[in-house]
């Protein structure tokens, strides 16, 4: 099959995602995958022009060596910050009934608001099926607040065009059928593990002796995009204020809050307790998680954005048999229940007082068996099997539609 995926970050630089797997997983068996993508972080990044051009990279593989993604990524104006959506309009809109002459997709899969309303648009009167992927409520991580009512309403009008609609857990496919889209239409597509990657027999004691970790010393970790909803400022204050210098908090990535927990670490004396790591390449990830004993997702519940997701790292912390200490947030608490390994807390504050719970209690261990057995069902592998029959299926079901249409 011939795929076309459109979406509204980086594909290079963000972390690799639901989409980056399947779509690899995908070309190595033989899909030839294009991805229109948008260069999102242009505006923390230092600035060479007032535009950019288009551009194509050849060959892009994040994670599955042999992987043959083409990568295009329409030009936008950089002069303001809303103006890049505005060019954004015309250069995706352009690009994707380019991609439909030139490339001849059997279908298009949908990541964003803007150019997913333009795909399902493009695609009306076609044999083209499109289908409307959603990993994340993308309207409420748009950074003005009064512009989400907007992109609200566009993934409305997308989710009634789409000819179908994939979400990542039971919690989003309620909010996506509540927004509008048809149930019969609508499934969930959950995420995915490679169970012989992220292996828990990996060797984590290199990390560990690298940034100085000792034996006697309990791990916390994270790992991500480092969002200012994230509850990590939080578990850094209380790290601060426990008399157990062993019990430490290590963090891998990027993004908003970076700059503001290295300032909570230099202001509350945790540089012996709290390392922030920067962004790591994805085959390393294994053995940062494997120098932990206690994975965590500490975000706010009341975070909107937060209620309906299940990151796909939750299944990377416990593919590696680690316990998770989470917030309870409703799409978690409906993906995983209450007795797989993940350990729920009401707020970020709370999040130091349960490890050292889990700790004195001695069932590390015992609550990452759990975790383990549970990720294993959800090999890369079995999701892709299923993704690629719901695209045949749509493919399928779309030429059988116009068709008796056109009769």
């Not at 309403?153 to 997308?158: F, Q």
């Not at 261990?365 to 695209?391: C, M």
Request: hydrophobic residues 40%; contains cysteine; glycine residues 6%.
């Amino acid at each position: 099959m011939r795929i076309l995926i459109t979406q509204e970050t980086d594909w290079l630089k963000r972390n690799p995602a639901q989409q980056h797997h399947l779509a690899e997983m995908l070309s190595l068996r033989g899909h030839e995958i294009r991805v229109i993508d948008y260069e999102f972080l242009w505006r923390i990044e230092a600035r060479k022009r007032l535009y950019s051009m288009r551009g194509i990279f050849e060959n892009v593989s994040k994670i599955h060596q042999g992987a043959n993604i083409t990568l295009i990524r329409p030009g936008i104006v950089k002069i303001l910050p809303w103006l890049d959506y505005v060019s954004l309009i015309f250069s995706h809109r352009r690009e994707i009934k380019r991609q439909i002459k030139e490339f001849s997709p059997d279908v298009i899969i949908g990541l964003g608001i803007l150019n997913s309303y333009l795909s399902a648009m493009a695609t009306k009167n076609s044999n083209i099926p499109f289908i409307y992927y959603w990993i994340d409520v993308l309207h409420l991580l748009i950074p003005s607040k009064p512009l989400r009512f907007l992109g609200k309403l566009v993934e409305r009008a997308v989710l009634k065009r789409a000819d179908r609609v994939l979400v990542i857990n039971e919690e989003l496919k309620d909010y996506v059928v509540a927004l509008g889209a048809l149930p019969e239409r609508s499934q969930v597509l959950r995420a995915g593990i490679d169970i012989g990657r992220f292996n828990p027999n990996s060797d984590g004691d290199a990390i560990r002796k690298e940034y100085g970790y000792s034996e006697q010393d309990v791990i916390l970790f994270f790992m991500g995009w480092l969002y200012s909803f994230s509850g990590l400022k939080e578990v850094c204050s209380q790290l601060a204020q426990i008399e157990n210098h062993n019990l430490k908090l290590f963090i891998v990535g990027d993004g908003d809050a970076y700059n503001e927990l290295c300032a909570i670490r230099d202001r509350q004396g945790l540089q012996d307790r709290l390392i922030l790591a920067g962004k790591k390449a994805y085959q390393e990830i294994p053995a940062f998680i494997s120098a932990s004993d206690i994975c965590l997702l500490p975000a706010y519940p009341a975070e909107k954005i937060m209620q309906h997701i299940v990151p796909i790292k939750m299944y990377e912390y416990m593919a590696m048999r680690k316990p998770v200490i989470a917030t309870k947030l409703p799409g978690l608490i409906k993906e995983f229940g209450e007795d797989n390994g993940i350990v729920y807390v009401d707020r970020p504050e709370d999040v130091v007082e349960k490890a050292i719970e889990l700790i004195d209690s001695a069932s590390v261990e015992v609550l990452g068996t759990k975790a383990r057995s549970f990720a294993e069902k959800y090999d890369w592998d079995r999701i892709t099997d299923q993704f690629e029959r719901i695209l045949e299926e749509a493919t399928k079901e779309k030429a059988g539609t116009n068709e008796t249409i056109h009769r």
